[in-house]
Nanobody, 124 residues
């Protein structure tokens, strides 16, 4: 059974940085995508960043472009999300997800596999 495990959440002041990591118990495929989503209380789940695990192509939402970077992690079968210049509006539960063969890589419905989430809290 495919499993995803997030780590690295926490609390930080505005302007600070955090690094999230998503570990998966499956290898890489040329049509495989891993994405980070976030959901704040009372809001819809939002796609933040995605990466094709084979080709390394990435996509970002406009809200994080230039501040967040998604990349292959140092550990095998991990995907990291480096979050810089964090703002209070970035506060949310962050989830990683995995899916295959898609065009819209920031759409939650394209991902059948999800982690449990990790909380990120940014104070002003």
């Amino acid at each position: 059974q495919l499993e995803l495990t997030e780590s690295g959440g926490g609390s930080v002041q505005a302007g600070g940085s955090l690094r999230l990591s998503c570990a998966r118990n499956t290898g890489t495929a040329n049509n495989q995508y891993v994405a980070w989503f976030r959901q704040a209380p009372g809001k819809e789940r939002e796609g933040v960043a995605s990466i094709n695990t084979y080709y390394g192509t990435t996509d970002y939402s406009d809200s994080v472009k230039g501040r967040f970077v998604i990349s292959q992690g140092a550990a095998r079968n991990t995907i990291d999300l480096q979050m810089n210049s964090l703002q209070p509006e970035d506060t949310a539960m962050y989830y990683c997800a995995l899916g295959y063969a898609m065009t819209r890589t920031l759409r939650p419905s394209n991902y059948p596999y999800w982690g449990q989430g990790t909380q990120v809290t940014v104070s002003s």
